[in-house]
Nanobody, 111 residues
Framework: QVQLVESGGGLVQPGGSLRLSCAAS???????MGWYRQAPGKERELVAQ???????NYADSVKGRFTISRDDTKNTLYLQMNSLKPEDTAVYYC??????WGQGTQVTVSS
């Protein structure tokens, strides 16, 4: 059983930055990790994922603005979000192997 706890969400102006963190209760070594988001009235969508060897992929809507990374020594996943847009507003969820999920952290981009 792996518990995931996200942090780092909040209110930011358009063009601003936030860094999300996801702390795992156990080792994430050899586990593909990812970030998803869900906006009101919309389905949950993949934002970015990173394999155990560091291979990444991103949703087209965030390419060039978001960066996913991991620190397996700290059992922590990160999402650096730059040049934020109002359409990035959503609850962001961390997942481990699409089997374990965090409770989510709210990101609101608004002036």
């Amino acid at each position: 059983q792996v518990q995931l706890v996200e942090s780092g969400g909040g209110l930011v102006q358009p063009g601003g930055s936030l860094r999300l963190s996801c702390a795992a209760s156990g080792s994430i070594l050899w586990i593909t990790m990812g970030w998803y988001r869900q906006a009101p009235g919309k389905e949950r969508e993949l934002v970015a994922q990173i394999s155990s060897v560091g291979t990444t992929n991103y949703a087209d809507s965030v390419k060039g603005r978001f960066t996913i990374s991991r620190d397996d020594t700290k059992n922590t996943l990160y999402l650096q979000m730059n040049s934020l847009k109002p359409e990035d507003t959503a609850v962001y969820y961390c997942t481990a192997s699409h089997h374990y999920w965090g409770q989510g952290t709210q990101v609101t981009v608004s002036s």
